[in-house]
């Protein structure tokens, strides 16, 4: 008999421990600052605006025709490498290589300029999403925030990510 009640008290101790702890973490939540920022309204509106800008409509219109360019010159060299001469296929091939870097190089300049924007985007915006997922965290009684791309799997119920973009888009954490 009293080994039947030291079994119950132990099992309610570590039954109420558990139901403590569980009380205290409160919901785990995942999350991505950076989805949450471009998915906001003022992000579009920047990105669209940078589209707009006159040195980005250039690098964007020569990029295409580079890209025309490399590949058209790709499929005429297939159609008429069996016809060419060796020197005339290192031409090509060295045009090419010509076209592909001329195309990386822009294709960094136009990264670059949505790159700017959406870092002057972060540093802008970053404590208002802050304050947001702080009201947040106390207001859904959240006890975890992981980041949601170091997240392999979860349920999109845990994912607050729209939740602070809805916020941010009303002009909430001002």
Not at 62 to 80: I, N, P, T
Request: aromatic share 2%.
């Amino acid at each position: 008999m009293n080994r039947l009640i030291q079994l119950i008290l132990v099992s309610l101790l570590f039954g109420s421990a558990a139901l403590n702890a569980q009380a205290q973490t409160g919901k785990i939540a995942v999350f991505s600052p950076q989805e949450a920022i471009l998915n906001s309204e003022l992000a579009k509106q920047r990105l669209q605006k940078l589209q707009e800008e006159k040195e980005f409509v250039d690098n964007k219109t020569q990029h295409d025709k580079l890209r025309k360019d490399y590949a058209d010159l790709v499929e005429e060299l297939k159609k008429e490498s069996a016809v060419m001469s060796a020197a005339q296929q290192a031409e090509a091939q060295k045009k090419i290589t010509t076209l592909r870097a001329d195309i990386e190089h822009n294709l960094k300049k136009l990264q670059a300029a949505q790159n700017d924007v959406i870092q002057q985007l972060g540093v802008e915006v970053g404590p208002r999403v802050q304050k947001i997922v702080e009201e947040l965290v106390k207001a859904e009684e959240i006890g975890l925030i992981l980041r949601a791309e170091a997240v392999m799997h979860a349920n999109a119920s845990y994912n607050i990510t729209s939740k602070v973009t809805d916020k941010l888009n009303a002009g909430a954490g001002k």
